[in-house]
C-alpha cells in the first residue's frame, strides 16, 4: 500500500512538472500534437501507479520520450511554416465578408447550429453582425463583427485615456508580494502605513493591490471561525 502510494506521488510531480515545461496553454488551446500527447501521458502514469509488478521507470521513460517528442515538435514549428501547416493545420474560414462558407463548415464537419453555438459563446447573437469568423488550429472560434456593430472605442470619438498600466499585487493572503513591491519602488515601510489607512495589517489582509493610477484595494481577511 505505501509503495503505491510513493509511486502515485513519484508519477504525479513528474507529470505535473512535464506539463508544466510544455507551456501554460489551458487543454481547449492545445494544439492537436500537444493534446495527444497529454492525453499519452496521462496513459502512461496510470498504468505504474497502480500496478507494483511493473517497473516505475516503465512509465518514466516513456513520458520523457513524449517530453523530448513535445520541444522537438515545437522547435520544428518555430523553424518551418510548411511543416507548422502540416502538423498543426491552418485556420479556416468558416464566416469571409459577412457570408458563410458551406464547402468550409462541410470541409470541418462544422454544422450551423455549432457556428451559432461558438458565435452566441463569443457575445454574437445575430449571425448577421459577423463580417468573417475563423476557425483557429486549435478548435477555437475567432469572430470579427462588421465595422457598424463594433462596439465604440475611445479612438473613434478622438479621445485618448490616460494611461492606466496593470495592477500590482501587494499582498495575498497576509503575504507581502516583496518582488511586486521592488517593482513599483515602495518597500514594506510604505506598505504598512498605507495598509494602516484601511485599519489593519498587511498580515491580516486578503489581499492588497496597486493599479496604475495609484489608488489601493484593501479587503480584510474574514476572522476564523465566522
Not at 1 to 12: G, K, S, W
Not at 30 to 36: G, I, N, S
Not at 88 to 105: A, F, T, W
Request: proline letters at 4%.
Amino acid at each position: 500500500m505505501l509503495i503505491t502510494f510513493i509511486r502515485a506521488i513519484v508519477l504525479y510531480i513528474l507529470v505535473l512538472v512535464v506539463m508544466r515545461l510544455m507551456g501554460k496553454r489551458e487543454i481547449g488551446q492545445l494544439q492537436p500534437f500537444e493534446l495527444a500527447i497529454a492525453i499519452m501521458i496521462a496513459d502512461l502514469a496510470s498504468i505504474p501507479m497502480t500496478e507494483i509488478g511493473i517497473p516505475i521507470s516503465k512509465g518514466i521513460i516513456p513520458i520523457l520520450g513524449l517530453l523530448l517528442m513535445h520541444l522537438l515538435i515545437s522547435i520544428i514549428n518555430l523553424k518551418s511554416i510548411k511543416l507548422r501547416e502540416l502538423i498543426c493545420g491552418k485556420p479556416s474560414m468558416l464566416i469571409y465578408r459577412g457570408k458563410i462558407d458551406e464547402k468550409v463548415l462541410k470541409k470541418e464537419r462544422f454544422t450551423i447550429n455549432e457556428l451559432q453555438e461558438r458565435l452566441r459563446g463569443n457575445g454574437i447573437v445575430n449571425i448577421g453582425d459577423v463580417e468573417y469568423a475563423i476557425l483557429e488550429t486549435n478548435g477555437e472560434v475567432t469572430v470579427i463583427q462588421k465595422p457598424n456593430k463594433r462596439n465604440s472605442i475611445p479612438e473613434d470619438f478622438n479621445i485618448m485615456p490616460d494611461y492606466e498600466g496593470i495592477p500590482y499585487d501587494l499582498v495575498i493572503d497576509g503575504v507581502i508580494m516583496e518582488d511586486n513591491l521592488s517593482k513599483i519602488g515602495k518597500n514594506e515601510i510604505w506598505l504598512r502605513k498605507q495598509v494602516q489607512k484601511f485599519g489593519m495589517k498587511p498580515e491580516e489582509a486578503l489581499i492588497v493591490t496597486l493599479d496604475g493610477k495609484s489608488q489601493i484595494f484593501c479587503q480584510k481577511k474574514e476572522e476564523e471561525g465566522k
